[in-house]
């Protein structure tokens, strides 16, 4: 995760795919998260897949990167408590690379208010915006 620019209560984050590997990857779409508590029970997370630019193959070669961007608010909703905590504040952010199955559980130290909504974008080339 490499956190990018937040203001007025929005929060981004570029989600950074690395392959470690000795041989050239593909990466395509989206793949899935989830948010986690403490003891990485699920959390209320409604995922929305952004459509902006559409989902590009992204070939990886030994040490190269693809990024998503995730997009979400802190500030709490009108069906969600305006005097406390929106949610529950995740200690993880469980991440389903696309076309894999195996989930890689990443810290996560933010609110995500509107029961979990976080947007994603595609992975593109790269480790995210330069802001």
Known sequence: MRGLDPGAGQRYDALVLTNRSTSTCR???????????????????HQVRVQSAPPRLVLLRPGASAYSLLHWTVLPDGTESQTGPC???????????????????LGWGSAVCSHGLIFQAAYAPGTGPAY
Not at 35 to 42: C, I, K, T
Not at 87 to 105: F, G, M
């Open 27 to 45: 990466v395509y779409g989206y793949g899935g998260v989830q948010l986690l508590d403490a003891a990485r029970r699920p959390l209320p997370t």
């Open 87 to 105: 949610e529950p504040t995740p200690t993880y952010l469980l991440v389903t690379p696309p076309d894999e199955t195996q989930p890689i559980a």
